[in-house]
């Protein structure tokens, strides 16, 4: 072998050892664990929708992750070809979309919202992806691909391969449970005919996420005949303990309420005629 030819043998071998190491490194580093902080994952909207801040997306829009700030964002990826996604599809929909919908969101008041991710780039399949959307009733739908993101680049940060996959991220701040963009599941495949026992352990690890906690306030206090009122805002979730004082060191506690995000009026029936003073602790 001459010198220039040995060292074009060389230079292929040295280019495919780097190119195999480098991907190997790349696969490594782009997969998220539970419990790791994601990046602000972007997307391209398929359909128009309202942000809960009230902006309106159109089609083609760029939606991230940080648009739904304040909320736990429940993540299905889909493609319009696989079974199981289609089987899967109706039962998140009643299993997370509607049941929080219908519940004010977790036990601590926190909204959950669902986020359908289109997996599916080929233009044949396209036809058939919006008809499948429209009969899921999909509320936000997005792409994950588009100019300058690639293809399925946020769902190979999770996974490796596979649908429909399924990815739960805390996006509450000061949550006093988990960090803001901490990945809660991060799920692959389908399994059988029914979902019902992975829905259930989904909703276990949603329901865990504490909304930040607020002083609980008290306000509108006037007297009610012989009794003393007042309103008392609560977070759904917490207990409350009301408290009076004569001498604002020692405290009795009055009564102990069950939160609510709806304002709860307090009634002393047994107010002494001396003044007391009031105040509410939560654990």
């Known amino acids: ?24 490194e790349s696969a490594q580093a782009a997969t998220y664990r539970v419990g790791d902080i994601v990046t602000n994952f972007t997307f391209v909207a398929r359909r128009q929708f309202t942000r809960p801040d009230g902006t309106v997306v159109a089609p083609g829009g760029t939606v991230r992750l940080s648009d739904f700030a304040g ?33 004010g969101g977790n036990p601590y008041g926190v909204p959950v919202i669902h986020v359908a991710v289109n997996q599916e780039p080929r233009s044949i399949y396209q036809t058939d992806t919006d008809t ?21 680049r946020v769902r190979f940060m999770l996974q490796t391969s596979g649908q429909p996959s399924f990815a739960v991220v805390n996006g509450v701040t000061n949550s006093p449970s988990h960090q803001p963009w901490q990945l809660l599941v991060n799920h692959l495949g389908y399994g059988d005919t029914q979902f019902s026992t992975e829905l259930a352990s989904f ?9 930040p906690v ?45 939160g609510t995000n709806i304002p709860i009026v307090f009634r002393d029936t047994n107010a002494p005629i001396t003044s007391r003073f009031y105040r509410a602790v939560t654990p």
């Open 1 to 24: 072998m001459n010198t220039t030819g040995f060292l074009k043998h060389w230079t292929r071998m040295l280019l495919l050892t780097l190119s195999l190491t480098q991907g190997i």
């Open 71 to 103: 909320r736990i964002v429940f993540l299905e990826w889909f493609a319009v070809w696989c079974p199981f996604c289609v089987a899967a599809a109706p039962q998140v929909d009643a299993g997370i979309a509607d049941w929080y919908a219908n519940r």
């Open 203 to 211: 909703r276990a690890i949603i329901d865990t996420v504490q909304a």
């Open 214 to 258: 607020i002083a609980p306030q008290l306000s509108a206090a006037h007297l009610a005949g012989s009794a003393f009122e007042f309103t008392l805002q609560t977070q759904r979730g917490r207990s409350y303990r009301v408290q009076g004082s004569t001498n604002l060191t020692d405290w009795t506690t009055l009564r102990t309420i069950a």
């Open 132 to 152: 499948f959307i429209t009969q899921q009733g999909f509320g936000i739908t997005v792409n994950d691909y588009g100019p300058g993101l690639g293809t399925n």
